[in-house]
């Protein structure tokens, strides 16, 4: 069973940058892609970006692109770790964000994707204008 955990959130301003980083436990992670959501009070999970391990093949919500970077470590055993560098932080970017895990999907994620086989607990950003 695949276990995320994520890390990384904090206060930030506007304009500036964080990292955030999800930790996963559990399986030889080379076939998986990976991904990041954010979810806002109330809302579903909404994807913002994902990885396919393997090829290191990306994806990102329009919403995000030029401002949010996805990478993952190069770490072939049961533990792997991907981030998410977010720079030019907008307060539209306040959420719980969420990394989730797929094994051998055959596309990547997208926008409007909103399940994944794992979830981790979250990390809450928080963006001040």
């Known amino acids: 069973q695949v276990q995320l955990e994520e890390s990384g959130g904090r206060a930030a301003q506007a304009g500036g940058s964080l990292r955030l980083s999800c930790t996963a436990r559990?399986?030889?992670?080379?076939?998986?892609?990976m991904g990041w959501f954010r979810q806002y009070p109330g809302k579903d999970r909404e994807f913002v970006a994902a990885?396919?391990?393997?090829?290191?093949?990306?994806?990102?919500?329009d919403s995000v692109k030029g401002r949010f970077t996805i990478s993952r470590d190069n770490a072939k055993d049961a533990k792997t770790t991907i981030y998410l560098q977010m720079d030019n932080l907008k307060p539209e970017d306040a959420a719980v964000y969420l990394c989730?895990?797929?094994?051998?999907?055959?596309?990547?994620?997208?926008?409007?994707?909103?399940?994944?086989?794992?979830w981790g607990m979250g990390t809450l950003v928080t963006v001040s204008a």
């Open positions: 559990g399986r030889t992670f080379s076939n998986y892609t």
């Open positions: 990885i396919r391990w393997e090829t290191g093949n990306t994806n990102y919500a």
């Open positions: 989730g895990a797929w094994s051998s999907r055959a596309t990547m994620p997208g926008s409007g994707d909103t399940a994944s086989e794992a």
